[in-house]
């Protein structure tokens, strides 16, 4: 047994109790007073729980904070100054640094004809930042200054080799204003199969309600004179892309359909696509752009229909899969090359 261990062992017995009851009520308030030193150095407590409480005096009302802050600013503001050691006059002492000139070895110096001694004396910055670039001198200038020099035949810099390096002025781009369709006159003329109607664009249109685009997928199964039917950007899901799929069944002078950037899942992009196959005058089909990405399955669809719908030239979608993206391209080539044989004949 260690030393320090048998130390400790006379102190087992001991009777804390009856040591507590001898205490006098001085000496139990100096216990107290220890048994609340708190870790001083513990970050984990608050700073009023590191060390005990040490103040006697009895507390003078609550806490006002904007008379303890008058307080500290007066306080503050009848402190004197300390004086500088050395006061501040505004002299200046000692010379300003100029960097000596460097005097060129002979050796070193170069003497040109006096035609181009001349040309490069008159010579503007713009001038000399050309000239820098067409000998290489690239690290005498930008990269803009540089490709600007060397890609174009006129002198086209405007700053000398000496300019800071400023960013590209790029022109605003505007935009795009808001569809100025009126969704109840285009569903009227679809009803009515209007002959001038070609073309119903309801692209960006956000707030359309659903049962009025059925109503006009509706209209679209009869009409016979729409050629292209945009739906980009409306906020579509799949009661619309059903509604379309059913359109596509029945309709046989539709050439172009747009549902991209749309709301539209896996099964409604399913039932659009088997929709297709029984339709024989669409050639342009986009589908691209959706919320969620429509899954293997749907994209292996997409390469059947492709394969077995030769009236399709144009098919809007970024595959994600090598294989069905290599069927697709395969599809497109030999639809496009059918229809220019067509065309031949």
Known sequence: MSSYQKELE???????DEILRTLSPEELEQLDCELQEMDPENMLLPAGLRQRD???KSPTGPLDRDALLQYLEQQALEVK???????FTGEKKGKPYIQPKREIPVQEQITLEPELEE????????EMCDIAAILGMYTLMSNKQYYDAICSGEICNTEGISSVVQPDKYKPVPDEPPNPTNIEEILKSVQNNDKELEEVNLNNIQDIPIPMLTELCEAMKTNTYVRSFSLVATRSGDPIANAVADMLRENRSLQSLN??????????????LKAVRENATLTELRVDNQRQWPGDAVEMEMATVLEQCPSIVRFGYHFTQQGPRAR???????????????KKR
């Open 10 to 16: 006379k102190y087992r017995d001991i009777d804390e």
């Open 54 to 56: 040490q103040t006697k």
């Open 81 to 87: 100054e300390r004086d500088d050691l050395v006061p």
């Open 119 to 126: 040309a490069l004396a008159n010579a503007t910055d713009a």
């Open 259 to 272: 549902i991209e950037s749309n709301f539209i899942s896996s099964t409604g992009l399913m039932a659009v």
């Open 328 to 342: 697709a391209a395969q599809a497109m080539t030999r639809n496009n090359e059918l229809r220019r044989q067509q």
